[in-house]
């Protein structure tokens, strides 16, 4: 039978932090946002094939409004898992629109909703800059969220659990605890 795998997300919440861009360990392989340069206001997302962890999309956008096409291919289907983080995301771009309905099908819930909170009571000039990750199968059937307003670097760990499914093992995200 195979074993947990464990997934640390690094996530760059502010400017100036000892990290210049955000980095994903899945196993023993780390994977780092395509371009290899300092991303500001961005989010990141990773398809993964949950039978054999490969990644099979890896790709940063900005708009905080439409959810991208590049994941249009994977959804609905519970073979694959997003991982979505952000790097130095401003407050003020926060999701939205299609893209927010999207992240709360897939189990986005009190994380992002304290991000929104915050920004909405205390408005940008308090936390500027926030982070947001969600690691969810792309059938809808739940995710791990997580959220931080701090000013460096936040570092998120969970594993990723092998569950039989008929003859197949497909990875499933799971709280490290």
Not at 22 to 46: D, E, F, K, R
Not at 69 to 81: A, I, K, R
Not at 123 to 129: D, E, R, V
Not at 136 to 159: K, M, R
Request: proline share 5%; charged share 5%.
């Amino acid at each position: 039978m195979a074993s947990n795998v464990p997934l640390t997300i690094q996530t760059v919440v502010w400017n100036g932090a000892f990290s210049d861009n955000s980095y994903l360990v899945m196993g023993n392989s780390g994977y780092n946002p395509p371009g290899g340069v300092t991303l500001v206001n961005v989010y990141w997302a990773l398809v993964v094939d949950r039978s054999n962890l490969n990644v099979v999309e890896n790709f940063t956008f900005t708009d905080n409004q439409n959810v991208p096409s590049q994941l249009t291919p994977y959804l609905s289907n519970s073979n694959y898992m997003l991982i979505l983080t952000t790097s130095r995301l401003q407050s003020n771009n926060l999701p939205a629109g299609n893209l927010y309905q999207f992240l709360m099908g897939m189990g986005a819930g009190s994380a992002l909703l304290s991000l929104e909170q915050i920004y909405a009571t205390l408005s940008c000039g308090t936390w500027g800059n926030m982070a947001y990750t969600l690691v969810s199968v792309l059938d809808g059937s739940g995710g791990i969220e997580f959220s931080d307003y701090n000013f460096n670097i936040v570092a998120y760990p969970i594993q990723l659990m092998p569950v039989t499914v008929g003859t197949s093992v497909l990875y499933t995200p799971v709280n490290l605890f």
